[in-house]
């Protein structure tokens, strides 16, 4: 099947561009009133303008953006500006997630489910999830979808075999793709979805009677989310759109038929809160970075003064990075575990017989 073709974005700017929508008076997610601020905060990553505020649902635990970005904000807010300034140091740490180590680990997850015959990884990027999945299902077809092109460059790097540009949530990507898959993969997607919930209903509608759709996700329930604040690097802010609490994906799968097999952070806390933090406000305490929004550069000595300090702040960086590591075998245990994995079996079809459960903590 051809991808679907790609248009580009028109360059925006905060001046120009719808960025927000209207602010919510209740939650998103069950429609609860009782809302209370966890943060306001800037871009601190990429330093783009703007100011955000992240809510909480004191009912069932949401936490979102309120007033959340529009798709121009989104499409303004993820592009890379050139000569925009650049934090290695979280940025490295940001690539945790993402790493063959992890990559593994959720592959490895899967083999108690058998070998599909086909797989979609949702928010595939680049595609490296399904070439490392590939190494424990040999004769699975991957197949990718991503908002981006390169899912397509993916596709000619022979990472997947159908590449999808879009969002699951549009029908004339989820149509043709109905009750296709035995397996739908979401491995830190949902963050940036502006619906979740729909989100999750799409991936069940392409997911054949008996298959399995496994989610990684950030938990807002983390208690390193309330220590740190707007420093706990998982916010992300502008880019993360929702945290969902385990619970809330937990009962959204259960009312849609599904069995949840694992529920579990154990293997996937990353631990990276306290360097992220670390570098964070490093770098914020340091002079401004030269932006390209900027109406009047900084001079040539706050520049230079700026990267000597960022550089002399890196061993700063490494002893909290040290400390992640050290604690880290506790706070994947406990409600420091700042991720969650989800597999969840759809109902099978009538007359077949079910598997046996799984086992996994509870979220």
């Known amino acids: 099947m051809p991808a ?51 809510d909480a649902c004191r009912d069932c635990g949401h936490t979102f953006q309120n007033p959340r970005l529009t798709a121009e904000g989104l499409a303004l807010y993820h ?25 593994r680990s959720a592959a490895r997850a899967m083999l ?3 070998e599909p015959e086909s797989w979609l990884d949702v928010g595939t990027g680049h595609a490296r ?10 004769y699975t077809a991957f197949d990718g979808l991503d908002p981006t092109p390169r899912v397509v460059r993916a596709r000619t790097a022979d990472r997947v075999e159908e590449a999808h540009v879009g969002r699951l949530t549009d029908p004339r ?9 035995d397996v739908v993969s979401m491995l830190h997607h949902l963050e940036g979805t502006p619906d979740p919930r729909a989100e999750l209903r799409a991936a069940l509608s392409v997911l054949r009677p008996g298959g399995h759709l496994l989610i990684e996700t950030l938990s807002p329930r983390s208690v390193f989310a309330a220590l740190l604040g707007r420093w706990w690097l998982p916010y992300d802010q502008p880019r993360h759109l929702h945290l969902l ?83 880290a075998p506790v706070a994947r245990r406990t409600r420091f575990a700042n991720t969650y994995r989800v597999i969840a079996r759809t109902a099978p079809r009538a007359g077949a017989e079910p598997e046996p459960e799984g086992k996994g903590a509870a979220g």
Request: proline content about 14%.
């Open 112 to 114: 108690c489910c058998g």
């Open 79 to 103: 592009r890379t500006a050139r000569g925009a300034p650049r934090d290695p140091a979280s940025d490295g740490l940001l690539a945790l997630r993402s790493s063959p180590r992890r990559h």
């Open 173 to 181: 990507i989820a149509v043709p793709l109905r009750a296709r898959y």
């Open 245 to 327: 609490p385990p619970p809330n994906i937990r009962a959204e799968l259960e009312s849609a038929g599904c069995t949840i097999l694992t529920l579990d952070h154990r293997p996937v806390h990353v631990p990276h809160d306290l360097a992220g933090a670390t570098s964070l406000a490093l770098s914020h305490a340091l002079p401004t970075p030269d932006t390209p929004w900027r109406a009047v550069p900084p001079p040539p000595v706050q520049r230079h003064a700026r990267t000597a300090l960022l550089r002399a702040g890196v061993p700063l960086v490494a002893v909290a990075a040290l400390a992640d590591h050290f604690i």
């Open 4 to 54: 679907h073709p790609v248009s580009s974005a028109p360059a925006l700017s905060p001046s120009t561009a719808r960025v927000h929508e209207p602010r919510r008076e209740d939650c998103p997610w069950c429609g609860s009133a009782r809302l209370r601020n966890r943060l306001r905060t800037g871009d601190l990553r990429q330093y783009k303008p703007g100011s955000f505020t992240v």
């Open 129 to 138: 999830f399904p070439a490392t999945a590939r190494q424990f299902f040999p």
